[in-house]
């Protein structure tokens, strides 16, 4: 990982742009190339850009397009680019498509400046960090498939795969506030090892595809 990483911000509120620009441009490890107010400025100033984003800090309530709908159509441009959503909402619709689409974290947006700079910093390092909220969302999803029925959950709420004890383990240390180096001291493990845990549990909140819901769907229907 060289320094400094070229960051995009995408964020249409300008006092909130204003303090990720003052903070996250300040710091060594960056270098903000395009910060721009919805997806549209985004791919139009794109080609002016001082160097190409390696890392894209978006927000999901933007003007036109939205964050999500942004994502395809940035990494069509972008394919190397990783996308960090920071939105105000946890709620499970929007995690489940943000990570559908291609993110490769998903944070709330009261996340302190010094944690967002790190959370960047994994990203760029192959991690997929993840705000307590949106951790708190994945324990009750998996809680609640343990008990009900599949035919009696909706799409969103249905796990691509079950997590393992340790993978819900380490959620439970996100969703307790813990660094990941706390967690990987508490389960004497590896923080490479908890990033990987990490991703396993984005990878298994995702559908894989529009055919594999709507054959779900057939076979719940038909069941």
Same mark, same amino acid.
């Given at each position: 990982?060289?320094?400094?990483?070229?960051?995009? #911000?995408?964020?249409?509120?300008?006092?909130?742009?204003?303090?990720?620009?003052?903070?996250?441009?300040?710091?060594?490890?960056?270098?903000? &190339?395009?910060? !721009?107010?919805? !997806?549209?400025?985004?791919?139009?100033?794109?080609? @002016?850009?001082?160097?190409?984003?390696?890392? #894209?800090?978006?927000? #999901?309530?933007?003007?036109?397009?939205?964050?999500?709908?942004?994502?395809?159509?940035? %990494?069509?441009?972008?394919?190397?680019?990783?996308?960090?959503?920071?939105?105000?909402?946890?709620?499970?619709?929007? !995690?489940?498509?943000?990570?559908?689409?291609?993110?490769?974290?998903?944070?709330? *947006?009261?996340?302190?400046?010094? %944690?967002?700079?790190?959370?960047?910093?994994?990203?760029?390092?192959?991690?997929?960090?993840?705000?307590?909220?949106?951790?708190?969302? &994945? &324990?009750?999803?998996? %809680?609640? %498939?343990?008990?009900?029925?599949?035919?009696?959950?909706?799409?969103?709420?249905?796990?691509?795969?079950?997590?393992?004890?340790?993978?819900?383990?380490? =959620?439970?240390?996100?969703?307790?506030?813990?660094?990941? *180096?706390?967690?990987?001291? $508490?389960?004497?493990?590896?923080?490479? @090892?908890?990033?990987?845990?990490? $991703?396993? !549990?984005?990878?298994?909140?995702? =559908?894989?595809? *529009?055919?594999?819901?709507?054959?779900? @769907?057939?076979?719940?229907?038909?069941?």
């Amino acid at each position: 990982m060289q320094f400094p990483l070229a960051l995009a #911000i995408i964020e249409d509120q300008a006092a909130i742009r204003e303090t990720l620009h003052d903070y996250l441009c300040a710091q060594p490890e960056f270098r903000c &190339v395009l910060i !721009v107010d919805s !997806v549209e400025a985004f791919l139009r100033e794109l080609p @002016t850009a001082a160097a190409s984003p390696q890392l #894209i800090l978006s927000d #999901i309530g933007l003007p036109g397009l939205t964050g999500i709908e942004g994502i395809p159509l940035i %990494q069509a441009r972008l394919p190397e680019a990783q996308v960090l959503m920071l939105s105000v909402y946890a709620d499970a619709e929007r !995690v489940f498509e943000a990570l559908r689409a291609g993110a490769v974290g998903y944070l709330l *947006k009261h996340t302190p400046l010094a %944690q967002l700079k790190e959370h960047l910093l994994q990203v760029a390092a192959g991690g997929s960090p993840m705000s307590p909220g949106v951790a708190r969302f &994945v &324990v009750q999803a998996f %809680q609640q %498939q343990l008990v009900a029925p599949a035919a009696a959950l909706p799409l969103e709420k249905l796990l691509a795969e079950p997590l393992t004890a340790r993978e819900l383990e380490v =959620v439970h240390g996100i969703e307790d506030g813990l660094s990941y *180096k706390l967690i990987a001291e $508490r389960h004497f493990v590896s923080i490479d @090892t908890v990033r990987s845990h990490i $991703r396993n !549990v984005y990878r298994k909140l995702q =559908v894989n595809s *529009k055919a594999e819901l709507l054959a779900q @769907t057939l076979k719940r229907q038909r069941g």
